[in-house]
């Protein structure tokens, strides 16, 4: 199935089974704007509260905070957003569509290297065993050319990010050739600055009116509390703070379902230590942050580590790397782990005029900590687990019978089971089992249909222990324990049933 499909395929089922919906549904909906249904919510605060553990619980030396989404508007100010927080954006007049003007120039760049790995396919099943893909990278004229005219135009595109040279910019979109995809025309208005920040006023009358913003992220309310946060825990550095909270921005090219929204969640953390041991750290956090993804249960192969050429690097930052994944459209970013040196606190430190040095006793000196940021997209990763757990598996090919069935780590799941009576007539005895275990796990209760439409039903929203009641149930004091994955059926007791499925939630 083409991978597109598959996207559709999971896009629809997330609003079939109470994942996700449009915002605003029954107004035909607001652009990039989404809601968590029932399912949607739980698989959220699962991933959450699972961070959560691994950041903060699991690591003496890291605390959590909550701020405010509101902040003094010169915060943005320091931190670079009101002056740079901007995508280029570039209008194609035939189509009337909006681009950024990056991104169409990464693409043409992404076009030169698709060409390179398709004569490199192309030459590897023409040679077979013998093929050596060093050397032909090295000597075949065509992928040199390509390779050459790639270079040039990604040398040429940072320089002209790195100096947020607009007329530059759509020169090489002239230059490259670009058309727009919808009219295929060249037809493109300059290039402008478009700042991503939301804003709006606060107070009640016009004059005391001050402009402020909604938050594009919520570092800056963990930077703006360095100060209190080390003073009231007397933490030594190194260590870190951590948050989860909405941020907006107005995003000109969203899309891709949750990939890209104009409301989500973060999940950032800000981890401070002594200058001179920054990479050391970089390098715990970027390995840190792709175990966390494979403890639950993300596929390896769909995973990749890509770091920042050093001229792809913010000038502030040392080192920078993405965990992207594989979703159905491509490759995108999850998890951005970034050395961002002394440059927030250092700027918080002189625009506000706080002096926030750390005095490290140990050493006899004051100096501003230095951060490594892991920032992971609460959304994102929630659409990355859904495309990785959705699986169509074929039962029985002659009888045409398939199951849908989301293989999310139990831990991740929005029901850890669901409890079945085989009859109505059952239901009280049921009913208590639902009570018992609900006090442990959120829990699911149907009692509706054929018991094999019901498993299927709990299949298709991931849970991973659908629990049958029958009537030897009431004689031997067990159940059928049936499983997601494998749909082997287990007897256990009654008695057992919260042990067996916490065993099983552990990550
Ligand atoms: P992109 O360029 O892919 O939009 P970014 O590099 O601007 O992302 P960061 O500023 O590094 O993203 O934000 C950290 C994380 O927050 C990202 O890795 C992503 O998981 C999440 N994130 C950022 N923007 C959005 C958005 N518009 N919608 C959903 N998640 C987002």
């Known amino acids: ?62 605390v959590g905070i909550d701020s405010a989404i509101f902040m003094h508007p010169t915060i943005w100010k320091a931190s670079g957003h009101v002056d740079a927080f901007n995508d280029p954006l570039i209008d194609n007049r035939d189509s009337k569509k909006r681009y950024r003007a990056d991104v169409l120039i990464e693409d043409q760049i992404a076009k030169y290297e698709e060409k390179i790995n398709k004569e490199v396919e192309k030459a590897r099943k023409k040679f077979g065993e013998a093929f050596d893909e060093a050397k032909f990278r090295e000597t075949n004229p065509r992928v040199l050319d390509n390779q050459k005219k ?15 040279d607009l007329n530059e910019l759509k020169q090489i979109i002239l230059d490259e050739g670009i058309v727009d995809p919808i009219s295929g025309t060249k037809n493109w208005t300059d290039v402008r600055q478009f700042n991503l920040m939301f804003s709006t006023e606060m107070g009640s009358t016009a004059d005391s009116a001050s402009k402020i913003y909604l938050r594009p992220e919520t570092a800056q309310g963990i930077f703006v509390n360095f100060q209190n ?63 966390w993804l494979l403890n639950l249960g993300i596929h390896d192969d769909n995973l990749r580590l890509r770091d920042h050429a050093k001229e792809e690097l913010s000038f502030y930052s040392k080192a920078t790397t993405d965990i992207e994944y594989l979703f159905p459209f491509g490759w995108g970013e999850l998890w951005g782990i970034a050395d961002r040196t002394d440059y927030d606190l250092t700027r918080h430190q002189e625009h506000s005029g706080k002096d926030l040095s750390y005095f490290d006793q140990e050493e006899n000196r004051k100096y501003i900590p230095y951060v490594i940021e892991p920032s992971l997209g609460a959304d994102r990763v929630a659409l990355a687990f859904l495309c990785d757990a959705y699986d169509e598996e074929v039962i029985d090919e002659a009888k045409n019978d398939k199951r849908i069935v989301l293989r999310l780590h139990p831990a991740l799941a929005p029901m850890k089971a669901a409890v079945l009576p085989l009859s109505k007539k059952l239901s009280e005895e049921a009913g208590n089992i639902y009570a018992e275990l609900s006090k442990h796990f959120s829990v699911d209760y149907d009692d509706a249909g054929s018991i094999g439409k019901r498993y299927r039903r709990q299949d298709e929203i991931g849970t991973p222990f659908s629990i049958t009641y029958d009537f030897d149930s009431k004689e031997d004091g067990c159940v059928t324990v049936r499983d997601r994955d494998t749909m082997e059926q287990t007897r256990i007791p009654v008695s057992g049933l919260v042990k067996y499925i916490e065993e099983r939630l552990e990550f």
């Open 229 to 291: 946060i080390q003073r009231t825990t007397r933490k030594k550095v190194p260590f870190g703070v951590c948050q989860v909270g909405k941020s907006f921005r107005n995003e000109i090219t969203p899309g891709n379902f949750i990939f890209r929204i104009r409301e989500f969640e973060q999940m950032e953390c800000e981890f401070f230590c002594k200058p001179d041991t920054d990479l050391e750290w970089f390098d715990y956090w970027r390995s840190y942050c792709h175990n």
């Open 1 to 62: 199935m083409a991978q597109e499909d598959v996207f559709k395929k999971i896009v629809s089922h997330c609003k079939e089974y109470g994942f996700v919906f449009p915002s605003s549904d029954i107004y035909d909906g607001l652009a990039a704007v989404y809601d968590y249904g029932q399912n949607g919510v739980e698989l959220k605060n699962n991933i959450k509260e699972y961070w959560w553990k691994s950041m903060v619980l699991l690591h003496e030396n890291i």
């Open 150 to 164: 790639r270079d040039a135009l990604h040398e040429r595109y940072s320089e002209a990010m790195n100096a947020m």
